[in-house]
């Protein structure tokens, strides 16, 4: 048993062993060989594994199982011994210090156990924030917040790669940290933002070169008919009406998803654009004729997170309220966070893999309550 493999969804492992045969074959990134035909490598899924795992895996010269073994035992090493070096940073009282080392290891057992892509939506916020924090508020040095700006772009675009809105929440984070920042920094936020789209766009062009090597290769050597890049959108909303039992037949089950579309058009192609339309128009249909049925969904939903949030907050409620709602500037970017990471489990299911950014937002409010903020003064806060 090696950690991270066993718990990787079958569908990508099988994607995976299909990837690293196409690069065997081909050279180029991102192709998939079935056995039959080239195909765009995880097409309807988070593209980023497709591309870096089998690259580690010819690049070291070891098997499919051991790059992805590699591939996220790193990434999750990476990001919680520099969360736990903050944190050891900030937090003035042991006290506070170990209860903040306990959160970690609470979210980094849960990540350990869930695993798969899903673990960088927690992950990149449990990384950047308290570091981005730091820099701002402990050492206040401007010429390491260009840079740690411009690296945040970089990990933006490269995480949206792996898991698609991953480091999401993370901007939305920095937009309403900076707005707070304004007093302190002034004229300086036009230069953080500017570094900040520079990281992004750069990783960016890298990234969509990846893909048009893809494509090109695919126009050559297959066929170039067009997919929907990514999670099929709408797919994903109208299964979430399924929640609840429902009148409509409608369950989290692909295959009921499919057989709709099959019956407006036997030939469809399931991962193009005329499925998605087909889903759209299922889901705006279902809530012009029962939007009562829509709420039912929603608030159902939320009573599940409700339960995660007692769960993973519990006593921290006390140091929250006590410490976090005096320190606003910190408090509302962390709740602009967490709302944003509680989208997609309303909007689809509230699964343990979805919630797990949520969580980290629920950990880092109990973290970031536990904080010394006594040097603050001199920064006008």
Not at 80 to 102: E, P, Q, W
Not at 300 to 307: D, E, M, N, Q, R
Request: charged share 15%.
């Amino acid at each position: 048993m090696i950690p991270f493999v066993d718990n990787l969804m079958p569908f990508r492992y099988q994607h995976l062993q299909w990837t690293l045969k196409g690069l065997e074959m081909t050279g180029v990134p991102l192709i998939e060989y079935d056995g039959t035909k080239y195909l765009p490598a995880g097409i309807s899924d988070d593209t980023g594994i497709y591309y870096f795992i089998p690259q580690i895996a010819k690049l070291l010269n070891v098997n499919l199982d051991w790059a992805i073994f590699i591939f996220f035992t790193f990434s999750f090493l990476l990001h919680i011994i520099t969360v736990l070096f903050i944190v050891s940073k900030l937090c003035k009282k042991n006290i506070y210090k170990y209860y903040s080392f306990f959160n970690i290891l609470v979210i980094s057992c849960y990540l350990f156990i869930r695993g798969d892509i899903y673990i960088f939506s927690a992950l990149i916020p449990l990384f950047i924030l308290p570091l981005l924090f730091y820099l701002h508020i402990k050492e206040n040095n401007i010429k390491k917040l260009y840079f740690i700006y411009f690296f945040i772009g970089i990990i933006f675009s490269f995480s949206n790669f792996i898991r698609n809105h991953s480091a999401t929440s993370v901007l939305v984070f920095i937009t309403i940290f900076l707005i707070f920042q304004y007093k302190s920094i002034k004229n300086k936020i036009y230069f953080i933002m500017l570094f900040l789209l520079v990281g992004i766009f750069i990783s960016n062009l890298i990234i969509n070169s990846f893909k048009e090597n893809r494509d090109n290769f695919l126009f050559y050597n297959n066929n170039p008919n067009l997919y929907v890049e990514g999670h099929v959108f709408w797919h994903t909303i109208y299964l979430g009406l399924g929640f609840l039992n429902n009148i409509y037949g409608i369950k989290y089950d692909d295959n009921i998803a499919y057989y709709l579309a099959k019956q407006k058009n036997p030939n469809i192609d399931l991962h193009s654009k005329e499925y998605e339309n087909i889903m759209k128009s299922e889901v705006i249909n279902t809530v012009k004729k029962d939007p009562w049925f829509i709420l039912k969904t929603l608030f159902a939903k939320f009573g599940v997170i409700l339960i995660y949030i007692i769960i993973f907050i519990n006593i921290g409620f006390y140091f929250i309220i006590k410490k976090l709602f005096k320190n606003i500037f910190i408090f509302i970017p962390l709740l602009g966070g967490l709302v944003f990471n509680m989208i997609f489990p309303l909007i689809a299911m509230p699964f343990p893999s979805y919630l797990s950014g949520f969580i980290a937002y629920l950990i880092l409010l109990n973290i970031f309550s536990l904080f010394d903020y006594s040097y603050l003064k001199k920064y006008n806060y």
